[in-house]
């Protein structure tokens, strides 16, 4: 092979890399991926040598359809609530909260059991009959279809859905439902809909196993680690290769990775194997290690496969930057009663620049509430009930002396109304 040759092929290989990478980049970002979406034909290209690496690295299996490809992710913690679902569309639209995912869950049950088509409002009743089950009654889940807020839950869910490619609208307009419950029609894409549910067993599966006398907050707890669990043979390679995959897992989804919440084998494999398992990830994700003393986090130089991000404008992005350089000068728990009185001295210090929305009475515990929610999801502070505290990574957002140049995006826009 002459030098052109040589040159020629590396092109080429290189040019094969970056396709993988752009792949799987985008299953990370949108692990369920319809066709239509731009990187679909890559995924559709390099669907083996990915399935490949994704059960060597993280136990993840890959499944690709004419119409969709589904990677299984699965969430190394099932009690993190911090990255609840969000729709694209409308832009701004809020997280999904424990009624909307309830409402989906009955939602698909109806879908499962229906037909190639349903309309909005009979699959709202179905899911008004579900939620009428007393066991859910007793958790605390209401749901008619008579108010306004009862029908943009459903509709939100039916969004989601959309989005996902399990239903495709046929006729109809969701807000019409919405206001005077005029109905809409769908198709239901049956094949994505049964390659939603990310599980090693079903649910019926496991019933018998669970401790009936536990409460039902557990109940939920026990049900989903038992239908999530891996088999692990006891073999020293198959130990080695559970860890890897969990913890190459983890750095693939989640924001930071803690040393002192990692076991003791955990730990002791990661300090030996980690040159090995962040190059792997490197190459095959274009993400970069930062490694600082009190944990690590594959970081995302573009930021596109980041589901939250500090913001950097307007009037909540001030609020959160000044919010978590605070707590990072702090370093120990503070009440919220105390963060919200820290968020009144910004408002009235700022109030110039800010949108006037946040003079009003109260708003300083909305601000606070939201900056708090985004720098959780970031694993910056922990909440609970006995206040917030500050995690080591939230240092590395200490803002120093600022300067404010003008008036903010937010506090122009009020001025024009």
Same mark, same amino acid.
């Given at each position: ?13 290189? &040019? ?22 731009? !990187? ?16 060597? *690295? ?29 729709? &694209? ?8 909260? $424990? ?20 309309? +909005? ?6 899911? $008004? ?17 008579? *108010?306004?807020? *009862? ?71 026990? $049900? ?15 130990? &080695? ?14 924001? +930071? ?9 955990? +730990? ?21 290690? *930062? ?37 990072? !000068? ?30 009003? &009475?109260?708003?300083? !515990?909305?601000?606070?509430?939201? !900056? ?46």
């Amino acid at each position: 092979m002459n030098t052109a040759d040589h040159h020629l092929f590396d092109v080429l290989e290189q &040019n094969r890399r970056d396709e993988r990478q752009r792949a799987l980049r985008a299953l990370l970002a949108r692990p369920m991926l319809p066709h239509t979406d731009p !990187a679909y034909p890559l995924v559709r290209k390099h669907a083996e040598t990915l399935r490949q690496w994704l059960n060597r *690295e993280t136990g993840w299996a890959l499944t690709v359809e004419d119409d969709f490809a589904r990677l299984a992710k699965r969430a190394a913690d099932h009690r993190d609530t911090t990255r609840p679902a969000r729709l &694209n569309k409308p832009a701004g639209a809020p997280p999904f909260s $424990r009624r909307r995912y309830a409402l989906t869950c009955l939602a698909l049950a109806e879908l499962e059991r229906g037909e190639a088509q349903i309309t +909005l409002g009979r699959l709202g009743e179905a899911i $008004r009959q579900g939620a009428a089950d007393p066991a859910l009654k007793t958790q605390g889940l209401r749901f008619a279809l008579d *108010e306004r807020s *009862e029908r943009r839950d459903l509709v939100a869910v039916v969004r989601l859905l959309l989005e996902l490619g399990v239903l495709s609208r046929v006729t109809g307009d969701e807000d019409a439902f919405v206001h005077d419950r005029q109905d809409v029609l769908y198709d239901v894409n049956r094949r994505l809909l049964s390659s939603l549910l990310v599980v090693s067993r079903g649910p019926s599966l496991v019933a018998r196993e669970l401790d009936k006398e536990t409460p039902e907050t557990s109940l939920l707890s026990q $049900r989903i680690d038992a239908i999530t669990a891996s088999f692990v043979p006891d073999t020293p390679d198959a130990r &080695n290769t559970a860890l890897r995959r969990r913890l190459t897992a983890r750095l693939l989804d989640d924001p +930071l990775l803690y040393w002192d919440e990692l076991s003791e084998e955990e +730990l002791a494999y990661l300090s030996s194997q980690r040159p090995h398992i962040v190059r792997r990830i490197r190459e095959a994700t274009g993400l970069v290690d *930062e490694v600082r003393a009190e944990g690590m986090a594959m970081v995302d130089p573009s930021g596109e496969l980041s589901d939250e991000r500090l913001p950097s404008e307007g009037t909540e992005g001030h609020a959160t930057l000044l919010l978590a350089d605070y707590l990072a !000068a702090q370093r120990t728990r503070q009440s919220l009663e105390t963060l919200h009185a820290q968020m009144r001295g910004w408002i009235e210090e700022y109030s110039r620049y800010w949108r006037k929305a946040v003079r009003e &009475n109260g708003a300083e !515990a909305e601000l606070c509430q939201h !900056a708090l929610q985004r720098l959780q999801a970031l694993r910056l502070v922990e909440i609970s009930d006995a206040g917030v505290q500050p995690l080591p990574a939230i240092g590395r957002h200490v803002l120093g002396k600022t300067t404010i140049a003008g008036p903010t995006a937010d506090s122009a826009k009020d001025g024009q109304q």
